[in-house]
């Protein structure tokens, strides 16, 4: 036997490629494939092993597939179907995996190699050159520091004065509202409008921008029309009231305040 072939005869399968070319694993095993015409997915549906973990054993892409166990189970029925020993297969996915160990188990080797030191070493004397140097600056600056505040005796801090922050004053109704027994104020946060009956009798049917407000006074009641509701804050008597819910008649929602009301209010202690 030739010396060629004696030691193509040592090679794991997956070598013993066609013009002596090496082969991963995985494209020795889709090469088996191929060669008998039969497709992926054909084996995915007869077998019932996801097409992903197939594309994976064909990539050499070990580390997304399950625990061992389950990927030996996959090879034994990957080969059985192709026509392979299912146990040649998984005995060459093992030996693949062997000979990744220590392809790995060499690398760090070729990187604590001389010719990677004597690249690396002139970059290490650069780095020691520049850290000396800024030691250094930083020495002087320091000592420069020191002797500026040894020459001038540090100024005294003049305490500023701060003027006294006035209490917050409570909001007081005018003199007219405080005559009126019913006092509902109106604050837009939003463009709406408004129209307002008052004892009876119409006194606002108007647009009203975002910013604006209104006082109504009243003896019994206030009605009220409002064309976005969402937009107004009302108080009554001072205190903040939540519309409730309202009748809607020609776009507008309509609420009564009245004298009860307010005093619901002031029963509920409302702050």
């Known amino acids: 036997m030739a010396e060629s072939e004696r030691q193509n005869s040592k090679s794991p399968p997956w070598h013993q490629a066609q013009d002596q070319e090496s082969v991963s694993f995985g494209t020795w095993l889709r090469h088996q494939r191929e060669a008998r015409n039969i497709e992926l997915r054909e084996i995915a549906d007869h077998t019932k092993i996801s097409i992903r973990y197939l594309e994976a054993l064909e990539n050499d892409r070990f580390e997304i597939l399950p625990a061992p166990v389950f990927t030996k189970g996959f090879l034994s029925q990957y080969g059985r179907y192709i026509g ?3 146990d040649q297969v998984v005995n060459t996915y093992l030996n693949a995996l062997q000979e990744g160990d220590s392809n790995e188990r060499e690398e760090p080797r070729r990187r604590n190699s001389p010719d990677r030191q004597r690249l690396f070493a002139p970059l290490l004397v650069v780095g020691g050159v520049a850290l000396l140097s800024l030691v250094a600056y930083l020495t002087f600056r320091a000592e420069r520091s020191t002797s500026d505040e040894l020459e001038e005796p540090p100024a005294m801090a003049v305490p500023a004065v701060q003027p006294p922050v006035p ?28 129209e307002a009956e008052v004892d009876g009798r119409r006194q606002l049917s108007e647009q009203i921008a975002k910013g604006e407000s209104r006082r109504l ?25 939540e519309l409730p819910p309202a009748i809607e008649e020609s776009g507008l ?19």
């Not at 409570?170 to 604050?187: I, N, R």
């Not at 929602?253 to 409302?270: F, K, S, W, Y």
């Open 167 to 194: 209490a917050e004053q409570p909001t007081v109704l005018d003199e007219s509202a405080m005559l009126a027994p019913l006092v509902v104020t109106l604050d837009f946060v939003d463009d709406g409008w408004l």
């Open 217 to 241: 006074l009243a003896e019994e009641r206030v009605g009220l029309g409002l064309g976005n509701p969402d937009g107004v804050r009302v108080e009554v008597n001072g205190t903040p009231y």
């Open 253 to 271: 929602h309509r609420v009564e305040i009245t004298l009860e009301t307010a005093d619901e209010l002031a029963r509920q202690g409302v702050p």
């Open 84 to 86: 392979l020993d299912p």
